[in-house]
């Protein structure tokens, strides 16, 4: 026996819902994670400048454990974005395919269904810049601590130290434009400038690493 209109509105709103549900659950838990972490790093680096040298090497140490459980926490997180991504998107055309040889009768609960899903899309999209756009905020966070690091040395006020701080900043600074071109990217172009962001920011973080060690190497 076919389904009437209102059933497979029905069904394809329950199994919208049931997935948006687990979605957001994956979100909550994560984001309260990442939040936990970033208070405790915002904590570590206010208290810095006025530690002894023993415990700032400590408070760096706790510093770089934060910034590794953070990775894998968006690492997680980004995951289950792109994972929620990848099935609206083949919902959606699914959805789209089905419209070209639909009835009248379940043309207008399709057409729903079908706006229901991109809005959903829109939704997991926004999601995934947003936790970009906090990533390169903890990227500027970890910029400031090797300012830090370098304030507390003799040759903070050398060329290099400075050269290398203002290269780590440019980075930073790209890698948000690149995040910006994302945003306003269209469907057929998000995928590559998602991996050009993922790409540039990992590339901040690797700079930030070995600056920091090199600044902290000084005398």
Partial sequence: MSSTPQQLKNRVTTDLEAGKQAFQDAMTKAQSQIDVADAEVDKLRAAFKTQSDEVKAKTLARVDE??????????????????????LHSAIESTNADLKHATAETKVAMEATARALRAEYDSARRALTASLDAELAECKALIGM??????????????????????????????QKKLHALKDANEAAFGELHQGVRTAIADVKTSVQRARAEIGARS
């Avoid at 934060?66 to 997180?77: F, I």
């Avoid at 507390?152 to 930073?172: E, M, N, P, W």
Wanted: no cysteine.
């Fill in 66 to 87: 934060l910034t590794k459980s953070l990775e894998a926490t968006r690492r997680e997180q980004h995951a289950a974005i792109e994972a929620r991504l990848k099935e």
């Fill in 146 to 175: 090797a300012v830090d690091v370098a304030a507390g040395k003799k040759a903070a006020a050398t060329a290099s130290v400075h050269a290398k701080i203002a290269d780590l900043r440019a980075k930073q600074e790209a890698a």
